[in-house]
């Protein structure tokens, strides 16, 4: 199986050039994404973003913490596209699980990205509240739970095997630490992969050999010493 690569990112110009790759197919944001990339009103940046990805999936968050905000946010976002996946958080900041919204929107056949999952059992949980019928990602949060001293990786692997029997259900392999993360997310069978643009670039490049690998590096150190005019 073929592990997909999404771009994470939400300035407008780099989704205009990494949207036309034919390694990317697809899109992911946040509303801190959004926010750092000087976005003054949400929507509006929103539907600047399906201008220049309009033939690929693309993932807005809701930023509600209650059932009835995140439903009136996320039938809003829906409409922007057929190409939209609302992320939904697997919990609300009080420690809810939002199986309810995920079902509503479920029912209703609207595409879903549900993030911040970390565990087998709270994908568990989400793929019982499911409509099989719908379109859902689960985002789990492999990078973040390494940077936190737990080992992701089983979790994972039991994510993509509770999600076997569920057609229309990918795993998400989200946020990435290093390009290698791409070949392992192949490896264990993961779906996608979400991916900033500057580990695109060097995914790109992969197939250099150890000698090439320390020519550069042996380069690189040398013309940082000469700029240094260091002395011995």
Not at 25 to 47: D, F, V
Not at 93 to 117: D, E, H, M, P, Q
Request: charged content about 25%; hydrophobic content about 40%; proline content about 3%.
């Amino acid at each position: 199986m073929s592990t997909k690569i999404f771009c994470d990112i939400a300035d407008i110009k780099i989704i205009q050039k990494f949207t036309k790759k034919k390694i990317v197919k697809g899109i992911t944001t946040n509303p801190s994404l959004i926010r750092k990339a000087g976005a003054k009103n949400y929507l509006k940046y929103c539907r600047s973003i399906l201008k220049v990805s309009r033939n690929k999936p693309v993932s807005f968050e809701v930023f509600a913490d209650n059932y009835n905000e995140m439903k009136k946010q996320a039938l809003i976002i829906y409409k922007l596209g057929k190409n939209v996946y609302v992320k939904i958080p697997v919990c609300n900041s009080k420690g809810i699980f939002s199986g309810k919204i995920i079902n509503f929107l479920s029912n209703k056949r609207v595409k879903l990205n549900i993030t911040a999952v970390y565990t087998a059992k709270q994908t568990k949980k989400i793929l019982k509240v499911i409509n099989k019928k719908s379109d859902v990602i689960i985002s789990i949060f492999i990078g973040r739970a390494g940077d936190a001293g737990k080992d992701p990786l089983p979790e994972l692997l039991k994510s993509i095997k509770l999600a076997k029997n569920f057609k229309k259900v990918k795993i998400l392999w989200a946020s990435v630490r290093e390009p290698y993360n791409y070949l392992q997310a192949k490896k264990t069978g993961c779906h996608i992969i979400t991916v900033p643009p500057a580990i695109i670039e060097k995914i790109e490049s992969f197939g250099k050999s150890y000698n090439q690998l320390s020519l550069e590096t042996v380069r690189t150190f040398l013309t940082d010493s000469k700029k240094s005019k260091f002395k011995i």
